[in-house]
Structures are given as C-alpha cells and as structure tokens.
C-alpha cells in the first residue's frame, strides 16, 4: 500500500478547532484510492482526506452481476485499509463499464483504447460504481450506484486523437468523463459522480448511516 496525505496545513487545524469546539473527536478521513478524480471530488466538497491505496484480488466471480462486483470490491478494499487504520473513516470505491454484459476495464495499450472506444461509439453502455464506509468499531456500510451512457457517433480517427493524447490509458472503458473525453458523450442517465468514481450523495447517506453528517465545512456528529 502507498499513502499521501492531502489538505492545507489551515484546513487541518480549523477542522480540528471544530471538533474541539464540539467536544468530539471527527475521525480522519482516508481515501483508499489512487484515483485523480475521486481525490479532485473530496477535494472539491472541502474536505481534508489521506490516500492510501489498498492492494486486492480484483478476479470477477462467475455468475456475478456487476453491481454487487463493485460494491464486494469496494468493501474489500475499505476492509484492507481499515485493518491499518482502525481510527479513520475510509472510503473505497470501485468502477466498471459494462457493454451487451461484458466488462470493459482499462485498456491494454493504445489499440486497444481506440477498439474499445469504437465499440462504444453511438451506443449506451452502463457505469456502476460501488462505494463502501469502514469506520471506527468495525462498522461497514456499502451500496452501489449506475449510471447509463450514450456515445455519440464519430470515426476512427477521433477515437485515435482521443487515445493520443493518453487520457484513457488508465481508465476502464478507456475514457474519463470528467476531462476531454466529455467530448464523446452525448447522454448521462443517472449519477454523473458515480460515472467519474465516487458518487457524492451516495457516500454523504452512507457517512449518515456511520453517524456523521456532512456541513459544507466538514463532517459533524450527527445529532440523535
């Protein structure tokens, strides 16, 4: 496992006059995730976050839909992380896409980005990501959230400049949402966050259910 911690030295020390100030102890957070965009999310709703990146059998159960694939990943992953860092909040995520039942996970290489992405143009596909909780006192909640897809048509050759410019190299289903590859998108049904990795009101009812509330300045206890 590899860890970075993540957060101004001010955000960190207001978030610990809080906690003083309400007389409970906010658990640190930790992101058990290498990814860029989930990181950018938590970022985004102000709050301070480790990372550490958890190793696991990621091997696909026959017979395993994919919604319950990803969220038994993502549990698996918090678990790990959990076990090493009992006294923190960790999220743990895990995506694919799916297209006619069949997983589509990061590309080999470059061909085969610009094959998968050929495969994908002009249709819908489905983005499921599970998410999972560990916190303090071995406590773990989980769910998953989808979202459909639909590509817009286009040739080879915008396939090929897309794959060039080394975005979809590490993302399953080899484009990212969240940067250029917004440009082959022409429809998301459901939870645009859940397609970048991390869907945000998913985790805030799941921290809620582990007992913290979030405020637009970090977690609180939620009040009984």
Known sequence: ???????????????????????????????????????????????????????????????????????????????????????????????????????????RDAEDAVQMLMRLRGREHRVETGIAIAAPGNRLESSAEGAVVRFRHFDRITAEEYVATGEPLDKAGAYGIQGLGAALVDLIEGDFFAVMGLPVSRMISLLRALGWRYNFRGLVPLEP
């Open 1 to 107: 496992m590899s860890t970075q911690a993540t957060g101004l030295p001010e955000e960190r020390a207001a978030e610990g006059a809080a906690a003083r100030e309400g007389h409970v102890r906010v658990p640190p957070l930790v992101l058990a995730s290498g990814s860029p965009r989930r990181a950018q999310l938590l970022t985004m709703l102000g709050l301070t976050f480790e990372v550490i990146q958890p190793n696991i059998d990621e091997t696909w159960r026959e017979g395993e839909p994919a919604a319950l694939h990803v969220e038994r990943l993502a549990r698996e992953k918090a678990q790990r992380v959990a076990a090493i860092r009992p006294d923190a909040l960790v999220i743990a995520c895990d995506t694919i896409v799916v297209l006619d039942g069949e997983v589509l996970g990061k590309p």
